[in-house]
Protein backbone atom coordinates (compact mmCIF):
# COMPACT_ATOMS: atom_id res chain seq x y z
CA UNK A 1 0.00 0.00 0.00
CA UNK A 2 2.72 2.47 1.08
CA UNK A 3 4.69 1.72 -2.69
CA UNK A 4 1.27 2.68 -4.38
CA UNK A 5 0.77 5.97 -2.40
CA UNK A 6 4.11 6.94 -2.83
CA UNK A 7 4.21 6.00 -6.87
CA UNK A 8 0.73 8.24 -6.87
CA UNK A 9 2.55 11.17 -4.90
CA UNK A 10 5.24 11.02 -7.07
CA UNK A 11 2.97 10.91 -10.43
CA UNK A 12 1.31 13.93 -8.91
CA UNK A 13 4.42 16.08 -8.15
CA UNK A 14 5.85 15.43 -11.86
CA UNK A 15 2.51 16.67 -13.36
CA UNK A 16 2.42 19.72 -11.17
CA UNK A 17 6.05 20.67 -11.69
CA UNK A 18 5.47 20.04 -15.70
CA UNK A 19 2.40 22.42 -15.63
CA UNK A 20 4.20 25.09 -13.78
CA UNK A 21 7.05 24.89 -16.16
CA UNK A 22 5.24 25.35 -19.38
CA UNK A 23 3.63 28.11 -17.78
CA UNK A 24 7.02 29.93 -16.66
CA UNK A 25 7.89 29.20 -20.65
CA UNK A 26 5.00 30.75 -21.99
CA UNK A 27 5.21 33.89 -19.99
CA UNK A 28 8.68 34.40 -21.00
CA UNK A 29 8.20 34.49 -24.21
CA UNK A 30 4.63 36.09 -24.00
CA UNK A 31 5.68 38.38 -21.58
CA UNK A 32 3.15 40.17 -18.19
CA UNK A 33 0.87 41.50 -20.48
CA UNK A 34 -2.08 39.19 -20.22
CA UNK A 35 -1.45 38.51 -16.55
CA UNK A 36 -1.28 42.52 -16.08
CA UNK A 37 -4.68 42.39 -18.13
CA UNK A 38 -6.42 39.50 -16.51
CA UNK A 39 -5.77 41.41 -13.01
CA UNK A 40 -7.13 45.32 -13.67
CA UNK A 41 -9.80 43.31 -15.15
CA UNK A 42 -10.34 41.64 -11.55
CA UNK A 43 -9.76 44.60 -10.10
CA UNK A 44 -6.38 44.49 -9.03
CA UNK A 45 -3.01 46.65 -8.83
CA UNK A 46 -1.12 45.57 -12.23
CA UNK A 47 2.07 45.11 -10.13
CA UNK A 48 1.12 42.25 -8.83
CA UNK A 49 1.95 40.25 -11.98
CA UNK A 50 5.43 40.06 -11.27
CA UNK A 51 4.62 37.60 -8.43
CA UNK A 52 2.20 35.56 -10.02
Same mark, same amino acid.
Given at each position: ??????????? !??????? !????????? !??S? !?????????????????????
Open positions: MKRNTDLGLLI !LRVGVSV !LMLLHGIAK !LFG !LGGIKYLLAQAGLPEFMAYGV
